[in-house]
Structures are given as C-alpha cells and as structure tokens.
C-alpha cells in the first residue's frame, strides 16, 4: 500500500429489514429476571446506531444487523401481503411526513384546514378532482407570492375522505407563513368553512400536529397519502457503528453500550448527554424480540435553545395573529357542531404532548 493512502474499511453487506416491526414488545412489561435470562441467550451481533436530524428534533435509533435471513425476526421481514406491505408504508409515510414538517416548519409557519361546499364538492372516490382543486389553489397562493416579491410556497397537504365515516373530502395543508392570513384563506374558492392558524411548536416540536394529520385512515383506491412541495429541504439520516464513550476517548461499538441502556434504562437520558451534549432529551423506549433476544432502543431529544432564544421566539409568536377560522356547524366536512369539531381538534393537536408521547407511529 502507498504510504499516506489510508486503508478502506471493509464493506459490510447487512440484510435490510423493518426493524421497528421486528422489536415491538415493550420491555416495560418484562420482569428483571427474563431480561437477565434474554443476555444469557443471544449471539453476538452488530449494532447501528441511526441518527435522524429535522429541524431542533433528534431521532435515534439503535438496532442489530445480521448478514444471514435465518437471523432476522420473521416480523421484520418483507411478506408477499398486500395488508401488511399497505400498513409499513403507511407507517412509513406518517414518519417521514412528520419529520420533514419538523424539518422545514416553525412558529411562523401555518396549517389550513380547507373544506368543500356542496357546489364544489368532488364526486365520491374522485381523487384525482380533489387533488386538482389543491392544484389550482397552489397555483393562485402563488401568483399572489410573486405580486409581493416572494417566490414559491413551500407545502405539504393530506386529503381525508371516507364516505363510510361520513367525513366528507377535506385537505389539511402545511404552508410557510409569508403570506398574509386572510390572502390565503380567500385564495380557496370551493368553501369558506375553513380554518387557518399559526403553527405551535411543544417540546416534540411540531410532531403531534404532523401524527395528526397522517393518521391512519381508510383510503379509496389508488389514493396518494400525501403531497408536497419540491422546494423541501429533506431530513439529515446518518448511520453508525461506533461511538464515544462521552466527547473523548476511543470509538466503542455500538453493541458494547446496549446492554447498560437495556438494564439500567435511566441510564439513556445521560448517556444521550454525553454523545449529543447540544442537545435534550424528551423520551426513550426499549423494545425486544424473543425470536432472537435482541433489542431495539428509540429516544427523542431536541435542540438545546439558549434563554435569549426562548424569549426571541415568545416574543415573535406574541406579535403574530394566531388564527383565521370560521367554525360553524360542518367546517371540516364532517357531521356535528363546529365547537365539537374544534374541541376534537384541540384533543388530537392542542395536546400534542399527548401524541408525541406516542414513542412508536
């Protein structure tokens, strides 16, 4: 070898599978005694750890990689049916949609609800007609953009439909904040049941919200779950194999920090700390497959802000209108009061805490 060149590490071809899937049993529900009993049953394995940057929140994840089939958990693997295949991208999709609003929204940011009239309403199943009208409507927020010397909206939107559960067609739309409020909400021209509000962030960031509006839902054919903008910025996702113990000291594998976060799970908050010092944490969870007797460990955290930080942003939001609605009887095309659909509302996203503490989606 020429001197200078450093040596290649090794490639390590790992068999990809859904590890959340595979390790879902909380180890909250085990006794001490069958944990011990899992360490003294299982084979030596690499450990990732996964790093999931978006916006102030941190995502990690920490799983084993097998190089063989027969080492995988069969929940964890890919089957050949159409309802398992649906519910992992389903899954799929609520996790990536929640982290690219954490990625590329703030406080200053908004989400609309748009409803339909009965004059407007698309027909039943027709998608494709729903989907135009949020079209054409990115189109005039737009050109009323350019007139005020911005350029093009960033967005992310869900439609919900489900005439089984009578909730008539709706869109739930994410959108950056530089224009005015009331631009926005005249820009939609098939119903003016509608509702549009500052975006809140809690200390999950703006996750309830994002779990909220790509919950699981009952779909016609072919529909997409989502819809975006192309001017997002994507999550920061890095993958590795080793660690310091704190900020110095020798790289450790991975493997070598499970068992202490496994047997003492007060324990994660600290050694978090340690590798992430900028920033703090917000929850953690262990879960384990008896397949193989392995665990998987997923924790949040989010940036650390200075106090000058904190006062700068209760200061912006003070100055800001926080909402622009109209909730009489029908906004959302559902059946009930509009102060009920409110109050349903206010449950799924004032509470946020609520469905962040929602460790697995």
Known sequence: MEQGKKRKKPRRNFIPYDYEAAYAKSLEDMHEWFVEQMFNHRKKVVYALKEIKAG???????????????????????????????????????????????????????????????????????????IKNMQNYIRRINYQRKKQGFGNCKYIYVTEYNPDKEIRWHHHLVMDGDLDMDAVEKAWKCGSRNEVRRLEKDKFGLSGMANYIVKEKERVKSEKRWNSSQNLTQPRIRVVHSK??????????????????????????????????????????????????????????????????????????????????????????????????????????????????????
């Open 56 to 130: 102030e929140q941190f995502e990690v994840e920490i799983y084993p990689q097998f190089k063989s089939m027969d080492e995988v958990p069969p929940e964890g693997l890919k089957k050949d049916n159409t309802k398992a295949q649906k519910n992992l991208n389903d899954k799929n999709a609520r996790k990536y949609v929640e982290r690219l609003i954490n990625e590329n929204f703030t406080d200053r940011d908004i989400w609309i609800t748009l409803t339909y009239d009965d004059e407007h309403l698309p027909p039943d199943g027709d998608i494709d007609a729903a």
């Open 244 to 361: 310091r113990p704190a900020a110095g000291g020798n790289y450790k594998q991975i493997g070598s920090f499970v068992d202490g976060m496994v047997k003492n799970r007060e324990s994660i908050p600290e050694q978090l700390a340690k590798w992430y010092p900028d920033y703090e944490f917000t929850d953690s969870a262990v879960y384990y497959n008896d397949f193989n007797c392995m665990f998987y460990i997923h924790a949040r955290m989010r940036k650390r802000r200075s106090e000058h930080d904190t006062k700068a942003g209760k200061k912006t939001r003070q100055n800001m209108p926080r909402n622009r609605s109209d909730n009489r009887s029908g906004a959302h095309g559902t059946h009930g009061s509009g102060s009920s659909q409110r109050s349903k509302r206010e449950k799924a996203t004032g509470g946020t805490a609520k469905a962040g503490n929602q460790r697995k989606n």
